[in-house]
């Protein structure tokens, strides 16, 4: 990300050590990852070890230092998905899109993550793409999904 | 407008009345997480076309969820002079059929659950109605004491008015004027409300040493940080009445003499940080946020902070770290966070739904609170019951209802008539209670003495075709992802009991296992510095010995008993 980008993110921050996690929260969503180029300035601006910036970037999950896909897929693992069959939702997922967890397609247009919990497991299992969740998911119901998703947004095999 | 007086108070009582029941029909869907994933939104701009259409002289509004996202997207009906009307699934022809009818003077029956009597929104009775119940006669509100989740799926969250015609702000309004801190505090204390978060700690306690610490600057941090997974009560309270927990804050700002609010938000929740967000904003309108709160002298800011996607940050020291800006490591106590927390400051930490039920009990008092639960833990508690059952949901019972009644009479039992095998009570560290153990009371303290805990309040129920050696690895794997790393009995333990149960799922084992399970196990349980290292070995152990048969099934033929 250039750093005239980063600069503004981190001044808006008023430079507070304390806003790290929102600084790069902004950097990831704009940038869809946490380069190391990134992470060295944002050390520098903040003066702060880098090595400090690389351990918040790694340990949450919400971070990335690969690049995320335009689309970003966020498979529900919570108890009540898989009790209710995410695993077969899971297996679509990756067959469709010949990804394993945490990869992104290589024209970047889709990524694929695992979550914890989306909260909402009355009506699981769950997928996120995006801000947009679709609730009670099948192999049938993902396929279609991906279908359209694919038809929309061009091949991305 | 800012709320400076009782005068602006009631006012504003008056405009949420109206609103509530208002002149002209109303409908209002419900808007929350769940419903826009079960279209909600579409729902909603249809309605906008077709008014714009036919020239429909009808509002339209919104409200959060009630608990029930299978029954979303809902719509709460408003007709003049009667009770409101709770539609389930409704679709966009459903909702055009409805208004079709009302124009034949008609109420549509199909979808139509039940009427909401609530006190200060009630009707006459009405012959046309005759045969709808009321939502507290009607499962999956039956039986249900709801005093943190009234409102949901009832007013505009958004709306102050709406909230304020339901008792809203009277509390703080009542605080802020006619009581003292230490008074507030004691109204807590008395009401022995304990934290909901999973800990039960006296919050009343924590209240009084925080007041009585001695420093300037002093923090109140709401953990919103709802990572059992399964749980989801804490986003419905942020969406579907964010003003109650806005004035539990201010009201704990308030008895500790703190200034500053922090909401710690789990990142996988965007919309209702988004949401959050607006209506921090809505109350600072209303002067209920910022300087000179409700007209009197008190200051009190808030921020909705969002988290990065860690499990540990949900525990209070890792929790503050994270807001420093840290990883999120639990810190070694003491000291404790109310001497020394948020920049060594003292600060409290409350869950979502501990902080909820403060207004209620300033505005009752202490004493009437205490009036439901059992002998040691007093009011409601939300239950999230989830998994193999016919109404998943949220249900809001009094602390000390029999867990068989909940899963029986309230959640509709097991889906398709199957038998429940298991049951996790307090999940994901409470352990699997086999299906005849199931009449017991839930509260702390019977759960404790049986080995487990109530935890947050997640009820994971399972049938006869789900393999417990499968649930266990899968919560295992959770734990292993979730370790943040700083303890090697959890770091690298629970990760070799991951290997091993692995093995045991993919029979590629043998009996022997078993007992080195327990070795590394009773290892982790004493050496662990935190609880999700330290409870994880446990729900194994007992796992193994209440459900020996799936395990002996997995190490002798590699797959489950049932199947052939």
Known sequence: MEREKIKRIVSKHRHEKAAILAILHEIQEEDKQLETESLNYIAQLLKIPVANVYGLATFYSAFSLGKKGDTKIRVCSGISCHINGADEVNEALKSKFNLE???TTWDEKFSLEKVHCLGLCSIGPNVAFNLVTYPKLNKERIETIIEILHKRTGDSK | MKIKTMGDLDKLRE??????????????????TCGHALGADILYHELVKEKAKQGLKISIGQTGCSGFCNLEPMAVLRLHGRPPLLYTQVTVKKVK???????????????????????????????????????????????????LLENCGIINPLSVSEYVAMEGYSALYKALYQ??????????????????????FPTGIKWDMARKAQHKEKFVICNADEGDPGAFKDRTIMEGNPFK??????????????????????EEYPHTYEFLNDAVYTAKRYGLLGKNILGSNFNFTLKIIRGGGS??????????????????????????????????????????????????????????????????????KILSVIGKIKQPGLYEVPLGTNLEHVIFNMAGGPLNGSQIKAVQVGSPFG??????????????????????????????????????????????????????????????????????????????????????????????????LCALGGGAPSLILNGIRDFRKDFEAHITTGKCSWTS
């Open chain 2, 15 to 32: 405009a949420g009345l109206k609103s509530l029941a208002p002149k002209q029909l109303k409908i209002s869907i419900s808007m929350s």
């Open chain 2, 179 to 200: 009581m003292d801190p230490e008074v507030v505090v004691d109204e807590v204390i008395q009401s022995g409300l304990r934290g909901r978060g999973g800990a039960w």
């Open chain 2, 97 to 147: 059929r409805i208004i079709q009818d009302i124009k034949r003077k008609k109420i549509t029956k199909q979808g139509l659950l039940c009427t909401i009597g609530s006190d200060s929104v009630s009707g006459e009775p009405d012959p046309a109605l005759n045969n709808i119940p009321d939502y507290k006669e009607v499962s999956p509100f039956k039986d249900q004491h709801r005093r």
């Open chain 2, 311 to 380: 499990y540990v940050c949900g525990e209070e020291t890792a929790l503050m770290d994270s807001l420093e800006g840290e990883m999120g490591d639990p810190r070694l106590r003491p000291p404790f966070p109310i001497e020394k927390g948020l920049w060594e400051r003292p600060t409290i930490v409350n869950n979502v739904e501990t902080l909820a039920n403060i207004p209620h009990i300033i505005e009752h008092g202490g004493e009437s609170y205490a009036g439901i639960g059992t002998e040691k833990a007093k009011g409601t």
């Open chain 1, 101 to 103: 967890m945490g990869e």
């Open chain 2, 431 to 528: 352990n699997f209670l086999s299906g005849e153990k199931l009449d017991i009371s839930l509260d702390p303290e019977t759960l404790r003495s049986m080995g487990s805990m109530i935890g947050s309040g997640v009820i994971v129920v399972l049938n006869q075709d789900t393999c417990l050696v499968d649930i266990l690895l899968h919560t295992l794997s959770f734990f292993v992802e979730e370790s943040c790393g700083k303890c090697v009995p959890c770091r690298e333990g629970v990760f070799q009991m991951k290997e091993i149960m692995t093995a045991i799922y993919e029979g590629r084992s043998t009996m022997e296992d078993l007992t080195s399970l327990h070795d590394i196990g009773g290892m982790i349980k004493d050496f662990a």
């Open chain 2, 245 to 266: 927990l806005f004035e539990g804050i201010v009201l704990a700002g308030y008895a500790i003499g703190s200034h500053q609010g922090l909401i710690y938000l789990r």
